[in-house]
């Protein structure tokens, strides 16, 4: 089977390279490099940010959890454990997501946790180069219309274009969930702490092996990426406070991102009008939470969409 994947962010590249594990000959089609990409700015800690309590979404976020820890046993390159601290501000009920995560703990005023973390400046290059390792082929393209791909020879065309996919896929539910993130070295900090009901905004320190993203926003409907000083200021005070270690830690980076989010979830389905066309976009915030389990669900639909 030939498989035309579109789209390298992080949700394309997991689908190309679990495609070709099945035995499937993939091309990937991008506009641009994987470090061009939203996915490149992403904080990429596992964590179903602004995602519904669905089984589907469930098992996609436990399969990927499995995953990338097993990845990060096995030394890939950018992907460590992550033991997070959840502030809670007030009660709050078991999340529905905990069932993913073997070590959740309840604790005053806070859930505890490990997630993989992944650093996507290591994470997407090793990524592309797995895929043409195995034989892969990459096309630097902007696709105009998925049109024009399906009548390209290919069996299955996956849509994997994340924001593109409003145009795309002619689906209006599509829509940029703007973040804001700041970048500053790490004075030794391990831990993730996340508050996501702080008054003045949703807050979240990340630590990776070089620096620490500072978050955050999700103002849905922006699609201005221009930098906004006010922003930035009020992130790092938030952080300081949440994290006094923080204090006068050199601010390395800023950076405004569009996260590819989707009234409704994410869209992992065959098309219903066209069924050699697979779409695998919609995942906001949460592209490395669900990518793997996505992508082996795209496998399946490939099989079902290559005999329809």
């Known amino acids: 089977m030939n498989v035309t994947v579109i789209g390298a962010g992080i949700s394309g590249l997991t689908c190309a390279v679990r495609l070709q594990e099945a035995g499937r000959a993939v091309t990937l089609v991008t506009a641009d490099e994987p470090a061009a990409t939203v996915s490149r700015l992403a904080a990429a800690v596992w964590y179903p940010s602004h995602t519904a309590p669905d089984p589907r ?169 221009g930098a906004d000083p006010a922003v930035t200021a009020a992130i790092l005070a938030r952080c300081v406070e949440l994290v006094p270690e923080l204090a006068g830690a050199p601010v390395l980076w800023q950076a405004a991102g569009l996260r590819p989010a989707r009234h409704g979830g994410p869209r992992v389905e065959a098309d219903p009008c066209t069924p050699r066309l697979v779409h695998n976009y919609g995942h906001g915030g949460a592209g490395i939470t669900l990518a793997w389990g996505c992508a082996e669900e795209v496998v399946t639909l490939t099989t079902g969409a290559a005999g329809a």
């Open 57 to 225: 979404v469930l098992t996609w976020a436990r399969r990927t959890y499995d995953e990338l820890t097993a990845q990060g046993a096995a030394g890939v390159p950018g992907v460590v454990p992550r033991p997070t601290r959840m502030i809670l501000r007030g009660p709050h009920a078991t999340p529905w997501w905990a069932a993913a995560v073997p070590d959740f703990a309840e604790a005053p005023g806070e859930w505890r946790f490990t997630v993989p973390s992944v650093e996507m400046e290591w994470y997407l290059p090793w990524l592309l180069t797995r895929f043409g390792t195995a034989g892969g082929r990459v096309v630097r393209q902007r696709v105009a219309r998925l049109s024009d791909a399906l009548s390209g020879g290919a069996d299955v065309v996956v849509n994997a274009t994340g924001l593109a996919a409003r145009d795309l896929a002619g689906d209006p539910a599509v829509h940029p969930a703007r973040g804001r993130i700041v970048g500053v070295a790490n004075p030794g900090l391990v831990t993730s702490v996340r508050d996501e009901d702080h008054p003045a905004g949703m807050t979240y320190i990340h630590p990776r092996s070089r620096d620490v993203v500072l978050g955050g926003t999700y103002e849905p409907g922006e699609w201005d990426t």
